[in-house]
C-alpha cells in the first residue's frame, strides 16, 4: 500500500508540475494555504512513507547517484525530474548521515544547535549571500513548490534535516506522526512569515530554527525519559 500510495502522490504532484501555470493567478493568501495545506503535505508525505528504507545499505551511493541526475536535470532544464532527484538525495543523505548518530543526545544537539547556525546564515552569512549575490545558485540548491504565476522554494538542508528528525523519531520510538506533522506546521508558519514581514529582505525566512523546535516540542517529554536512562536505547 506504501507504495501504491508513493506512485499515486508522484503522480498528482508531476501532474502539478505540469499543469499549474494554466490554472489563474490566485490571492497570495490562497497560494500560502495551498503550499502549506496541500503541496507540502503531499512531497513530505513520500518522505514518511519512504522511512522503511532508512536503513537500506547503499544510501550513500543512492544519494549521489540522485544528486548527479538532479544537477544533470537542472541543467537540462527538466525541473520536474530535478525537484523529484533533490527531494530524494536530500533524503537518502539525511538518513546515511543518521546512522552515525550512536546516542540520540547527539540528535537533540544538532536540533539546538542548527536554530542559531541557520538563522546566522540567513542573516549574515552565506544563505544571504546566495540568494542575494546568486540566485541561480539558489535554485538549483532548492526544493521548488510552484503555485500559478509563483515560486515558493526550501532548501535542501530544509529536506535534510526533516528526513532526519523523522527518521530519527522513528529510530528511537518517539511520536513520528505527531514529529511529521508538527516540522509541516513550523514550515507554513516560517511561510506565512517570510511573506508576511521579511524580516532579513531576502524573500524568505530560515526554516531550520521552526523545524528543530517543532521536533524537540512535540517530543520533549520522550526526549527527557530517554535521555535520563543509560545507556541511551538503540
Not at 49 to 71: F, K, Q, S, T, Y
Not at 168 to 186: N, Q
Request: proline share 6%; glycine share 6%; net charge neutral.
Amino acid at each position: 500500500m506504501g507504495r501504491a500510495a508513493s506512485v499515486l502522490i508522484v503522480a498528482g504532484l508531476a501532474a502539478w508540475y505540469v499543469y499549474y501555470d494554466e490554472l489563474p493567478t490566485l490571492p497570495t493568501g490562497a497560494n500560502v494555504a495551498l503550499v502549506s495545506a496541500v503541496l507540502l503535505p503531499a512531497t513530505f508525505a513520500l518522505v514518511w512513507l519512504a522511512l522503511p528504507m532508512r536503513d537500506a545499505r547503499g544510501l550513500p551511493a543512492v544519494g549521489a547517484a540522485l544528486a548527479i541526475l538532479a544537477a544533470v536535470w537542472h541543467v537540462a532544464d527538466w525541473e520536474i525530474a530535478a525537484n523529484f532527484a533533490k527531494l530524494g538525495a536530500a533524503t537518502a543523505v539525511a538518513w546515511w548521515f543518521l546512522a552515525y548518530f550512536e546516542r540520540l543526545s547527539w540528535v537533540v544537539a544538532v536540533a539546538a544547535a542548527i536554530p542559531f547556525v541557520d538563522a546566522i546564515s540567513v542573516w549574515r552569512g552565506p544563505t544571504q549571500h546566495i540568494v542575494t549575490e546568486r540566485p541561480q545558485l539558489f535554485d538549483a540548491l532548492s526544493y521548488g513548490i510552484p503555485v500559478p504565476h509563483e515560486v515558493f522554494a526550501l532548501g535542501l538542508p530544509d529536506i535534510l534535516f526533516f528526513a532526519l528528525f523523522l527518521a530519527a523519531a522513528a529510530r528511537w520510538r518517539l511520536r513520528v506522526g505527531a514529529t511529521w506533522a508538527a516540522m509541516l506546521l513550523s514550515f507554513g508558519i516560517t511561510i506565512v512569515l517570510a511573506v508576511w514581514t521579511d524580516p532579513f529582505g531576502i524573500g524568505g525566512l530560515p526554516a531550520l530554527p521552526g523545524l528543530s523546535l517543532a521536533f524537540l516540542a512535540v517530543n520533549g517529554d520522550l526526549l527527557l525519559r530517554q535521555l535520563r536512562r543509560r545507556p541511551e536505547r538503540e
